[in-house]
């Protein structure tokens, strides 16, 4: 009688953002360029051309297992991984194979710790589109992306869920995007995803899924995948070893084709790029430059500002809004304004949108309460009374009469009791009305 | 007139070109009459640059306003599997055949910084596969001193073309003896460097954990010459050396006494007639004041199949950049000896036999680095014979592909270890061109040009010239 | 079925060396190379002999450590789109074309 339980590993690729490319020198931003003019001997894959390592490459990729805390190799190096493709220039990618940078570390999930297998460092491929030329089946080859440095996380086989999946995936890219090493967006290509999938490691089979992405997606795709397997296997079927994608319009996987039982890459030891060696004082200059992490700075807001979870999750979701809470929270405490009053208009009001300066949103905080003007919340209740009130100057305004703003105003100060401050007013009524 | 200036050394040309008594344009035109002449026969070069004149004219314009470089207006062949930019190069290969590279080699591009011209593109066995130059797609080059006979590879045109008087000088690449075979087999001097030495950036490589790269002269001095400009730190080559290059041709003249080695396995079996030629080499040195010693270098014994592995392991992955899509023609336009090689290396680094061959193989490597190791501990330079045999027919050992790879026996050592070594001509065995290999320390240059400038000094076989046929 | 004498490389063993390295061959190259590669394996196969159990691989000679380059944009080598597809046989509107992979 054999246990099913939901056995999900990811591999995440995350797009460097080095200025270079992996190898050489060639722009590493891609998108949207020109094809195949961001394109040198080296990543084009041209007789006589000759890697050499990007150094911030390797000391990024030794941030993210720092940050991971994952066991940093001391004699990494790399391999070079064989196959044929169109999009690969060289008819091998140069990544790591056995002595990877980074090996094993973890996230946490609200589930349970995540443990991850490594993190290592390869080049990315060139890009394949399909078209048709008289009549012939094609693919159009733009190798600007060719040679882009590549990180690629593998987590052990340890989620069992869709959103548990979701929720590392996310993670993950908050810590990358608070170390500034990647954009790590899905949309753009940045992040991807790969799920492999099954009810057991013993079973005898797994199946990849791709084309996930988006988060959204990884978390349905996953539990879509699921529930198909288990009705395989209620059957005594086992699914099979395949790769399948995630087909949107259909809402469901796709076999793609079948997934190899290990492709026969003959892995060696890359013989133009000379081994590495690192010691202690190398990786603790890496390690100084780790900023305090979101899990870090959400528990020291908790603590020191008494804000709610809510909120906290919000301001560290981003590393600029956390860094700005913190600049306004300092000038405002010389003022008496209290930590959860900048939170509350930041979360609800989206003020550091407004004021680009911390400085002046404190300001701006200060002069309302001075002059014992109404809140933010106050004023927007206020509004948004008037509004409800005075629905023929609402239709007039809407209908280019631009002069009701004033008679508006008004109206508010009147609900206010006059205590509302005139910029502040105008502001907010602006944004109900243009909603 | 003509005749007399294509006799002359690199040493000699620079002089002549100094004095002004002669011009880097008569120089070319001299050269290629001679090609136009006698390459048809030889096929020493793949492609031919007539452009070579007016460059040699804008050369002697740029010496009269008091230009000052190293090699400015001397004219050059270039090995095809460098390459050259707006040039066509194919590594005598119809896999590349009408492919222009876009770039220079790092060591071309220095020999052309100091005013150097490429008359040419010379012919080698296709992609460094071969020790007899027979592995062409353009027509197997003659041996210029015996038509029908081999040149040796695989910088068989290069070799061919020095030794025929068509240029100053070659470059070669050396993977398993590609610059010192044909140098023996063809009466010049055959460099392979340190590897780590010469930048390996722009030559299409064959095996990028031993290929070095170097060049075909005249003489001594003149490889010299040549090496202190090609070499040096690159930063397109991560593999290439921070060590300082030294100016080789001011160093060649003996200051102390050296230990010579020779290694017993160079010479067990050896054909008598060879060997009785060799030790007249060592005779010289011994009579300069040079100490000879025996030494040993067990795993000589298992340095080609190490070879035959590593290597072709190596080419296997090398060209599989050769898709057809981004430039040249298609796979199925290899010869058989690239196909062999291809697959030989695919194999030894398949899923279940990577460890019995290439893991073996790399580990067996460093046993033999240990044991030349022990050696250099003893001796300054190690000398033998390049060839186990003299020059053979074009097609004599075509025939048996293993035993064409077992002349490269060796040679090859010297590229597993990156030890460099020089061959240098020494008397003829029956009518055919032999050379004499000498093997120094790591960057140790200097010594092996000083121990081999001894031989050149008493043999002179520089001045011997082949009978060219038109 | 396993024959009497079997050769070191087997033909099929030929053939899927040949297809791993996309080496297009007919079935009498592949029975040609079955025998040239079995000889070669035969005389290559005595690097078993050698004791390497406590020995490290050497996969480089070059006992450089730690090269790196520094992450800058390198303007001398970057190819325009005409150069880059300057030497092939099939290209459309700035791309590089080939025969679609069937999936």
């Known amino acids: 009688m054999k246990d099913f339980v939901p056995t999900i590993g990811l591999e995440i690729h995350i797009e460097l953002k080095t200025i270079s490319k992996m190898f050489c020198g060639c722009p590493a931003d891609h998108f949207g360029k020109t094809p195949n003019t961001q394109t040198c001997p080296v990543c084009l894959g041209l007789p006589g051309e000759l890697p050499v390592p990007n150094k911030k490459a390797v000391e990024w990729t030794i941030l993210l297992g720092l940050a991971l805390n994952s066991e940093i190799n001391k004699a990494p190096k790399f391999d070079r991984k064989h196959y044929f493709y169109p999009d690969l220039p060289m008819g091998y990618q140069i990544s790591q194979y056995d002595e990877p940078f980074c090996l094993g570390g973890y996230i946490n999930t609200s589930i349970g710790r995540v443990n991850l297998t490594r993190v290592h460092l390869e080049i990315d491929t060139g890009k394949l589109q399909h078209s048709v030329i008289d009549g012939e089946k094609v693919s159009l080859v733009d190798f600007n992306r060719s040679g882009v440095a590549l990180m690629e996380v593998v987590t052990e086989p340890e989620i069992h869920s869709g959103d548990q999946a979701k929720e590392f995936a996310q993670k993950l890219q908050q810590i990358v995007r608070y170390l500034g090493i990647s954009d790590c967006d899905m949309e753009k290509g940045s992040m991807r995803l790969e799920a492999n999938i099954s009810w057991g490691l013993n079973l005898g089979y797994k199946v990849e899924v791709k084309n996930l992405n988006s988060f959204k997606f990884v978390e349905k795709a996953i539990n879509h995948e699921l ?161 409800e009130k005075n629905k023929k100057a609402v239709k007039d305004y809407q209908e280019g009469k631009g002069e009701v703003v004033g008679f508006l105003m008004g109206e508010v100060q009147k609900i206010l009791k006059g205590k509302g401050d005139s910029k502040v007013v105008r502001d907010l009524l602006l944004k109900n009305l243009q909603k | 007139m003509r005749e007399e200036l294509t006799e002359l050394t690199l040493k000699e040309t620079l002089e002549g070109l100094e004095k002004g008594s002669l011009s880097s344009l008569q120089l070319v035109e001299a050269y290629i009459s001679r090609i136009n002449k006698f390459d048809k026969k030889l096929k020493s070069f793949i492609t031919v640059r007539e452009e070579a004149k007016i460059e040699a004219k804008k050369a002697d314009e740029a010496r009269k306003s008091g230009v000052k470089k190293k090699l400015l207006g001397i004219p050059f062949a270039v090995k095809d599997n460098f390459l050259t930019k707006g040039i066509r190069t194919t590594s005598a290969s119809y896999v590349l055949d ?135 730190r690159d930063e397109y080559d991560a593999t290439s050396s921070f060590t300082k290059p030294d100016q080789y041709h001011e160093l060649l003249e003996v200051k102390e006494k050296l230990t010579i080695g020779l290694p017993k396995e160079f010479f067990e079996g050896l054909n008598k007639k060879l060997a009785k030629i060799v030790m007249t080499a060592v005779k010289i040195l011994g009579k300069q004041g040079h100490k000879i010693i025996e030494v040993s270098i067990p795993t000589i014994k298992y340095a080609y199949p190490i070879y035959a592995v590593l290597q072709t392991s190596e080419v296997s992955s090398n060209l599989a950049k050769f898709d057809g899509i981004r430039y040249g023609n298609g796979r199925e336009k290899f010869q058989d000896e690239a196909k062999r090689r291809i697959m030989i290396g695919t194999h030894s680094l398949s899923s279940g036999y990577a460890d019995k061959y290439y893991i073996q193989a790399a580990k067996g490597r460093t046993l033999l680095i240990n044991d030349f190791e022990r050696a250099f501990a003893k001796a300054d330079v190690l000398v033998g014979p390049v060839y186990p045999f003299a020059p053979f027919k074009h097609g004599e050992r075509e025939k048996d592909p293993l035993q064409m790879y077992l002349s490269d026996v060796l040679t090859v050592p010297a590229n597993l270890t990156g030890h460099p070594g020089i061959s240098v001509p020494i008397e003829f065995m029956d009518k055919m061109p032999t050379g004499f290999q000498i093997i120094g320390k790591h960057f140790q240059e200097k010594t092996i040009f000083q121990v081999a400038q001894i031989i050149e000094r008493e043999l002179m076989m520089y001045k011997i010239k082949p009978q060219l046929k038109a | 079925m396993k024959k009497l004498k079997d050769k070191t490389i087997s033909f099929r063993e030929v053939k899927h060396t040949a297809d791993l390295a996309r080496l297009p061959l007919k079935k009498h190259e592949i029975k ?35 090269i790196f380059r520094e992450d800058k944009i390198d303007a001398t080598r970057i190819f325009s789109q005409e150069e880059a597809l300057g030497n092939a046989k099939r290209k459309m509107n700035g791309f590089f074309v080939v025969k679609a992979i069937l999936e």
């Open chain 2, 98 to 232: 009408n492919y222009i590279a876009h770039y220079n080699a790092t060591s071309v591009q220095r020999l052309l910084d100091e005013g150097a011209i490429i008359i040419g593109k010379t012919n080698l066995d296709a992609w460094g596969h071969g020790s007899s130059g027979e592995h062409t797609d353009y027509g197997i080059p003659n041996n210029p001193y015996s038509y029908g006979f081999v040149t040796g590879g695989s910088s068989s045109g290069s070799a061919a073309a020095v030794a025929a008087r068509f240029c100053l000088f070659g470059t070669g690449s050396d993977t398993g003896g590609s610059n010192r075979q044909p140098g023996s087999y063809c009466n010049v001097v055959g460099l392979k460097p340190t590897y780590g030495r010469v930048s390996r950036y722009g030559v299409i490589a064959m095996a990028s954990s031993t290929d070095s790269i170097g060049h075909l002269t005249r003489t001594i001095w003149d490889s010299a010459y040549v090496l202190s400009i090609t070499a040096g």
């Open chain 1, 227 to 387: 529930v198909r397997q288990k009705k395989l296997l209620d059957k005594t079927d086992t699914p099979k070893q395949e790769t399948r994608g995630w087909d949107e319009k259909a809402n469901s996987t796709v076999s793609q084709r079948y997934k190899e039982t290990a492709s026969d890459y003959r892995y060696f030891p890359d013989p133009d790029i000379p081994p590495m060696q690192f010691d202690e004082n190398f990786i603790g200059e890496i390690r100084k430059m780790l900023p305090e992490l979101p899990e870090v700075t959400k528990a020291r807001f908790l603590k020191e500002f008494g804000i709610s979870e809510y909120y906290a999750d919000i301001l560290v979701q981003d590393k600029k809004r956390a860094e700005y809470f913190q600049s306004a929270h300092l000038l405002a405490t010389k003022y008496g304004v209290s930590a959860k009053v900048i939170a509350e208009r930041m979360v609800n009001g989206k003020v550091d949108e407004e004021f680009d300066e911390p400085e002046l949103l404190v300001k701006k905080l200060v002069e309302i309460l001075k002059k014992d003007f109404a809140g933010y919340s106050v004023v927007e209740e206020a509004v948004q009374e008037a509004v």
């Open chain 3, 32 to 66: 040609k190379f079955e025998s040239q590669l079995s000889n070669i394996f035969d005389y290559v196969g005595q690097i078993d002999e050698m004791k390497t159990e406590k020995t490290l691989k050497t996969s480089q000679v070059s006992e450089a450590k730690n």
